[in-house]
């Protein structure tokens, strides 16, 4: 990828998507509730290295300025702030990695090899009240990235 590395987003947005089971799931939703899902595509020197798909409860955010993810006037500015507008503290994330293959959308998006290995990563936000307030989907190309986690530890 070279010295430089620069991220994009692109965003598309729907009101009332049904969540895939999984996301009903890890977000502690009914069936039927509505959801906001909204697609990234991260893009490095003009190439897809990443995609992500996340959720969040509508009827956490419903009514606020924070409903739209990449709208309004804390666009952009990520889960544990747009949270913290509405006066929600998001206290950890559970995130969940595993190798697989790449779907055919996926491979097509990220423009690899369909059935190219990928690195799947299932994160979920939770409030200080144990609450699910977003969980995604990410998709990262094994080929193109090495993933590393830095873990504070405090005493």
């Known amino acids: 990828m070279g010295n430089y590395v620069e991220f994009h987003t692109c965003a598309f947005e729907r009101r009332g998507g049904p969540p895939r089971p999984r996301c009903q799931r890890a977000m ?29 409860p509508y009827d956490l955010t419903a009514g606020t300025l924070v409903v739209l993810p990449e709208g309004g006037p804390h666009a952009g500015t990520g889960v544990v702030n747009r949270m913290a ?12 990695p595993e190798p697989r293959q790449a779907t055919a959308e996926e491979a097509s998006l990220l423009g690899i090899q369909k059935a190219a ?39």
């Open 28 to 56: 502690g939703i009914a069936e039927g509730d509505l959801c906001v899902r909204t697609a990234y595509e991260f893009l490095a020197n003009g190439r897809p290295v990443q995609l992500s798909t996340s959720w969040e």
């Open 85 to 96: 507008a509405i006066g929600v503290t998001v206290s950890h994330a559970v995130e969940q």
């Open 117 to 155: 290995l990928v690195t799947h990563i299932r994160r979920t936000y939770y409030s200080d009240q144990g609450r699910p307030v977003e969980t995604a989907d990410i998709v990262v190309p094994a080929a193109h990235c090495e993933i590393v986690y830095e873990i504070q530890i405090n005493r």
